[in-house]
């Protein structure tokens, strides 16, 4: 068994004597005419700042669903809208923010709160308990 693992393994590197083909199969051109180097305009790069954008979306919007959720809690509890997001956030110990712009923008008016990122419309926002996404 050794000794077929070590000819196998001499096979592979030796190419099992075959020699390069004289044209690519994949394109059916002459071998020394394939060139490897791809000039960078030409080059299908991924959209990192896409990825990066949408996931900071992504964590504001998580981010205000965990606010909203300590308005409503805080709003059961004492039977009133809180005045500011730090006095909803007090039994957590912090407030949630967007990771683009900080802090949320919350108003109260009466029995109607909005919570608002001030970063960019393409985040949303949340109005008595429900996002607009």
């Keep these: 068994m050794k000794y077929f693992a070590v000819l ?3 096979l592979l590197m030796a190419g ?5 083909p004289e ?3 994949a394109i059916n051109i002459p071998a020394e005419d394939v060139n490897l180097e791809v000039p960078a305009s030409g080059v299908n790069a991924p959209n990192l700042t896409a990825g990066i954008d949408l996931a900071n ?6 981010n205000m669903y965990a606010v ?7 709003q059961v509890q004492n039977g009133e809208l809180p005045a500011t997001i730090e006095q909803a956030m007090e039994p957590m110990g912090g407030s949630p923010i967007c ?3 900080g802090a949320f923008r919350y108003t109260v008016d009466g029995q ?10 393409s985040h949303g926002f949340i109005e008595n308990g429900k996002a607009n996404w």
Excluded: F, H
């Excluded at 099992?16 to 390069?20: A, E, F, M, S, V």
């Excluded at 109607?112 to 419309?121: H, I, S």
């Design 16 to 20: 099992c004597g075959n020699p390069q």
């Design 112 to 121: 109607n709160w909005k919570l608002e990122c001030r970063a960019a419309p």
């Design 8 to 10: 196998s393994l001499v």
């Design 99 to 101: 990771p683009e712009a």
């Design 68 to 74: 909203a959720a300590s308005i409503a809690m805080y």
């Design 23 to 25: 044209t690519d199969p």
């Design 57 to 62: 979306q992504n964590a504001c919007r998580a």
